[in-house]
């Protein structure tokens, strides 16, 4: 007998139970959990309190950070010396660009959004397919990707090196030139940028206030709909811990893009080509900071916290990739209202920032 | 009242969630993804588990592991070990293990995982989608450091420094 078959009818069992469970799902919106079990759920979403982790290699120094605050403000790292990191990381913008999809070296349309940096200390994989398993790796990329700022690193290092202005910030920055090195080198100059990311830290939010006990610090909606994203919908299966990020890759069913010459792999392009499961597969993007009426997920293809949750309700396109943790889940009209507020609920209020002087 | 509804609703997700490991373990065999060896699917491992008798710790496991006997061990008979992994957490466990012997990881969690091992001489085994619930095995196929990890979650990551089979 074909040892699948009780499992394809465990299945379609399940599959009724499922259907009939949402039948019965309750209209009235659902309320938070008390006491023992609220301090529980909170403690999983609790800001750390240690400052952000580095690499022992790369210790955090105020003068490193300030040197990579700086080349991340300067046009120099562009090859046409016309885009900046914070062109399109704009601190003005949450340190995204606002956009649907990037904008890239003169102006190419590139087929992703930018992501925002903060809270990158604690990251895990970086680029929206993981494939910087560092801060130092990832900050060469887009400097040398021709697409991006399409720069040479040893070009790089020479033009910065004829800035006078930039010599006693390394200096500062590392100490003298080693015996066998040079001032300013590619390392010293990813590891500053890497630095000053890893400074890049969400403010305080109301849910942050509310998770240490101000009562008031968030409404009944948004308490509600912390119930139901740590609960019912599932969420926090992927948006988990303080970040809201599992720092992991899924395939949530977003609509491939008809223009694209070949279809995103995400990471699946980084993994064998039998790892079904992560073709078309993003990182899981924070949930801090997020802007409710900007454009959301790896390609922004979706305006709009409550589009997002729309998709989350519909359950994605169904494709072998699809990720396990994707599959509808019916919420009231009610029950997204409190989602979206309870999202808004972690945006800290932005604190505006001046770019540093370029020298 | 409305906190009961609250929790019945959690019920009813995790009834439903455990009721669909069938669909999703045929889904994945359904998929045309080649099973393991010694892989046993969703309906050996959520027996146990349906009757709470998951064993809760891999000591626990591999006491009972079938080889497990003082004169396979005296023999040097190939031993299972069980490793259990809860939501990301693969449990980090000290055991010494040689080419030959049998892992086992539990997914006891409720999210999927897609678990590979890298060999010393780059040798990468894909053990395919997890649901959760379900069990995944494999044989150590030779000695070295080999090194656990997740493609989708880059934070689960287990070392083994695998000895040559006696």
């Known amino acids: 007998m074909d040892r699948r078959l009780p499992m394809i009818a465990l299945g379609f069992a399940a599959l009724l139970l499922g259907l009939g469970a949402r039948a019965e799902e309750p209209a ?304 009231a009209a009610q029950e997204r209202a409190d989602l979206v507020a309870f999202l808004e609920s972690l945006a800290a209020p932005e604190a505006p920032r001046a770019p540093p002087p370029i020298p | 009242m409305a906190l009961s509804g609250f929790f019945m609703r959690v019920e009813v997700a995790a009834l439903a969630a455990v009721l669909s490991l069938g669909f999703a373990a045929s889904r994945a065999q359904g998929a045309g993804e080649k099973p393991v060896a010694g892989e046993i699917c969703a309906t050996r491992a959520e027996a146990p588990e349906a009757a709470g008798a998951l064993p809760e710790s891999s000591a626990e496991a591999s006491a009972e592991a079938p080889s497990g006997t003082e004169e396979a061990e005296a023999a040097g008979a190939p031993r299972s070990f069980t490793l259990i992994i809860h939501h990301t957490e693969l449990e980090q466990v000290e055991f010494e293990t040689r080419a030959g012997d049998e892992l086992i990881f539990r997914n006891t969690g409720d999210i999927a995982h897609n678990l590979y091992l890298t060999y010393e001489d780059g040798t990468v085994e894909t053990l395919h989608t997890q649901p959760p619930g379900t069990e995944k095995r494999t044989i150590l196929k030779a000695s070295g450091r080999v090194l656990v990890r997740c493609w989708i979650h880059p934070i689960i990551r287990l070392e083994l420094d695998v000895a040559a089979a006696e």
Request: glycine share 8%; aromatic share 8%; charged share 25%.
């Open chain 1, 28 to 331: 009235a919106p659902i309320a938070p959990p008390q006491g023992e079990e609220l301090e529980k759920l909170k403690a999983a979403f609790r800001r750390p309190e240690a400052p952000p982790p580095a690499p022992k290699r790369n210790p955090p120094t105020p003068e490193k950070i300030a040197l990579g605050e700086t080349l991340f403000f300067d046009p120099r790292l562009s090859r046409d010396q016309a885009q900046s990191c914070a062109s399109c990381h704009d601190p003005d913008r949450r340190w995204s660009d606002g956009l649907a999809r990037a904008s890239g070296f003169q102006g190419e349309r590139l087929p992703r959004r930018t992501p925002g940096l903060m809270n990158a200390a604690w990251g895990l994989a970086f680029q929206w397919d993981g494939r910087a398993e560092t801060l130092e790796a990832q900050a060469r990329m887009p400097i040398t990707a021709p697409n991006e700022m399409n720069m040479d690193m040893t070009l790089l290092t020479e033009r910065l090196r004829a800035v006078a202005g930039y010599a006693p910030l390394f200096e500062a920055a590392f100490g003298p030139a080693p015996e066998d090195g040079a001032l300013i080198d590619e390392t010293r100059i990813l590891d500053a940028l890497a630095s000053f990311q890893r400074s890049l830290v969400s403010e305080r939010a109301p849910f942050d206030a509310w998770i240490e006990g101000e009562e008031e610090a968030i409404g009944p909606e948004a308490r509600r709909g912390f119930a139901l994203f740590a609960g019912p919908a599932r969420c926090s299966a992927c948006h988990s811990g303080w970040r809201f990020t599992d720092d992991s890759f899924h395939d949530i069913g977003l609509k491939l893009d008809p223009e694209a010459a070949e279809p995103d792999l995400g990471r699946g392009a980084f993994v064998p080509p039998e790892v079904v499961g992560l073709r078309h597969a993003f990182k899981t993007p924070s949930l801090r900071d997020l802007a409710p009426e900007g454009f959301h997920m790896h390609d922004g293809s979706l305006r709009g916290i409550a589009a997002v949750i729309d998709h989350y309700v519909e359950g994605g396109e169904k494709r072998e990739s699809l990720s396990f943790e994707m599959r509808p889940v019916p919420l």
